[in-house]
């Protein structure tokens, strides 16, 4: 049983700052990939970054240069640190983890972030 919950989203002025985290809890196995995907209304899911266990980082080019993901393997939690918003980064925003061993992968039930003046 592994459970993911974020946090973090909310609103913020084009050009501003926020910080999402993630917290996993359950049976968790070490080598594994945690990550965030969006969805804004009418749009598929869509890939934003990842970190591994090791500290190998992704992201997708809508947003390098702007987001950091970062993790703390001692707390299982990965964060994304979100500079330079733009409207179109409003979306709902999912964590993901993705256990290597196991195959499988986790969802959280998402945070709500939105840019707008």
């Known amino acids: 049983q592994v459970q993911l919950v974020e946090s973090g989203g909310g609103l913020v002025q084009p050009g501003g700052s926020l910080r999402l985290s993630c917290t996993a809890s359950g049976s968790i196995f070490s080598v594994n990939r945690m990550g965030w995907y969006r969805q804004a209304p009418g749009k598929e899911r869509e890939f934003v970054s990842y970190v591994t266990h090791d500290g190998s980082t992704n992201y997708a080019d809508s947003v390098k240069g702007r987001f950091t993901i970062s993790r703390d393997n001692a707390k299982n939690t990965v964060y994304l640190q979100m500079n330079s918003l733009k409207p179109e980064d409003t979306a709902v925003y999912y964590c993901?983890?993705?256990?290597?061993?196991?195959?499988?992968?986790?969802w959280g039930q998402g945070t709500q972030v939105t840019v707008s003046s």
């Open positions: 993901n983890l993705f256990t290597y061993g196991s195959r499988r992968n986790y």
